[in-house]
């Protein structure tokens, strides 16, 4: 009997050994067909795709296989060739040499309600190169206003006395002109930009108003005329200290480098 007990609890075990894979083993077959693989069977072909990284002719095999497509794709080896690329890429960006120039004031005499438009239209032609921001002033060389006994001809935009350095501008709001184009023309004169009244609406800042507002403003402190106020300035600068009528260094044009030219340069300087 002990023969017949000992052959039915094998073939029980036998049979118990047999029916789960039977009933469960499908299934799960299918569960480890994503995860399990590339750690069993496949998994060996799986870990191929990460020496791609190693061996590019790797990973050009792997996607052959259509069955290794779908987890081969790998992402970890294509994201740590990529990553390295922008890392590199950022370090060599941040080194924006541009240098920052001095903020150009213009003083101008402006009443308050028309300080708005004017600062407007000083912005259409201020420029990384040559910033430019209104200073107010009580009595400016030139002082804008509006009232007037003398009536506009409605065609003009605004009328102009000039009476040695001081000029005297009435704007006429009166007018089917546009203000903003008024005042783009009144700030393209103050800048002595290049045919100032020649303003289509669209006008932004050109080339040549660039030139024009380095020339007349930029220039100041920049001796050598390489864009910058720097330490090669100073020297010329001093070069210049106590010269009668120097060509370059006279800052406040009172005909002498001294002092307070040194205390202009300071204010300019860039780097
Ligand atoms: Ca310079
Ligand atoms: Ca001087």
Redesign the pocket.
Known sequence: MKWLVTLLLISGLAFAQTTPPADGGQPPVNETQNPEQPSTGTGTEQETPANPDESPEDAGETPADPAQEQTPVAPAPTSPATAPNPATEQPAQPAPETPKFPVVKIPVTVPEALRAPFQNALKVFSHDRVPLEAEFVASADTQFQTETDIPFNPDAGSRTLTSGNKRQVWINTATTLSQDLIWRVEAAKLLKLPDPTVLPKERTLTEQDKMALKTQFASKGDFNGDDRVDLLDLIILAKNMGVENPQKG?????????D??YALFQQLYTR
């Open positions: 006279d800052l406040n044009q009172d005909g002498t480098v001294n307070q030219d």
